[in-house]
């Protein structure tokens, strides 16, 4: 295979390989996405992203996202920001508002500074049909399974993307090494995002979550959304909140149920290369 371009890029330490599939063909199967986010043999990414003509007349440009593991998925906040920012840097666009086709529908980006990015990421879902998640019982906004020998209440949001918020007194000593354990859960076939949430105050959280087929990364911006959400829902959260992880601050916003969630935060490009990648 011919040299790829491609840009290396992060959202508050959520980091991608970002390809242009427009100007140059693409076709990568899941080994070499895999040998790509390798950190030792590739380039070392969380996800790697995919610019694309849109398949739509009404949108931009269209976005897809695969997981370290190979796996495409619907949704990534982080890598949507920097999607905008990558599409304004490369001038495939000079608009500051970029309507794009996902695998989960269209959402909106808005450039509002050189580095700041904001995303209209669409109304949530708490359906458990939508994430899916399989309850043993129903509940308004809340459920329970055993994590780890011990019994976990947790929330269910899709955003686009499946997740489960467990609400814990302190990020820095949560049990997110038993994430695993709901991420395999039967409950939800085809697995889950899961986010440790701490609430400080009504306009202040911290958040730490472990992305399926990724692992604990410094940011989620989905896994953001999803926090604020169930917070706003079960009545502890205001409705513009600042979300501390580990890589930085992101400013989520939601004026309730079925209105979309707004992010705001920071991109960063790293640096651009080229590589030849194995046949595989």
């Known amino acids: 295979m011919r040299d790829l371009s491609f840009t290396k890029m992060h959202g508050l330490g959520n980091d991608f390989v970002v390809f242009d599939g427009i100007r140059q063909e693409l076709s990568l199967s899941s080994a070499q996405i895999r040998f790509l986010a390798n950190r030792h043999l590739g380039v070392g990414c969380d996800q790697l992203l995919l610019v694309e003509r849109p398949i739509r007349s009404d949108v931009d440009f269209r976005y897809r996202i695969f997981n370290a593991d190979g796996q495409e998925v619907s949704q990534c906040g982080n890598g949507a920001r920097c999607f905008a920012r990558f599409v304004r840097d490369?001038?495939?666009?000079?608009s500051?508002?970029?309507?794009?086709?996902t695998a989960s529908g269209i959402i909106t980006l808005f450039m509002e500074s050189d580095s700041i990015?904001?995303?209209?990421?669409?109304v949530p879902s708490l359906e458990p049909a939508d994430i899916?998640?399989?309850p043993l019982s129903q509940s308004s906004s809340s459920y329970q399974l055993s994590m780890g020998g011990q019994e976990v209440t947790f929330s269910v949001v899709s955003?686009?993307?499946p997740h489960a918020v467990i609400i814990v007194p302190d990020v820095a000593v949560a049990a997110v090494d038993q994430a695993p354990v709901l991420q395999k859960s039967a409950h939800f076939p085809e697995g889950?995002?899961?986010g440790f949430m701490a609430i400080h105050s009504p306009a202040e959280i911290s958040l730490r979550v472990i992305e399926r087929?990724?692992?604990e990364t410094l940011a989620c911006g989905t896994g953001a959304c999803a926090a604020v959400v169930a917070g706003r829902v079960s009545g502890q959260l205001a409705d513009e909140v600042q979300v501390r992880l580990a890589g930085g601050l992101l400013t989520i916003a939601w004026q309730g149920v079925g209105t979309p969630v707004w992010m705001s935060g920071p991109t960063e490009s790293v640096f651009e290369g080229q590589i030849n990648l194995p046949d595989c």
């Open 117 to 122: 990015v904001r995303v209209n990421m669409g």
């Open 192 to 194: 889950v995002n899961v």
């Open 132 to 134: 899916p998640f399989l």
């Open 159 to 161: 955003m686009g993307n």
């Open 96 to 101: 500051g508002e970029i309507r794009v086709e």
């Open 213 to 215: 087929g990724v692992g």
């Open 90 to 94: 490369q001038g495939l666009t000079t």
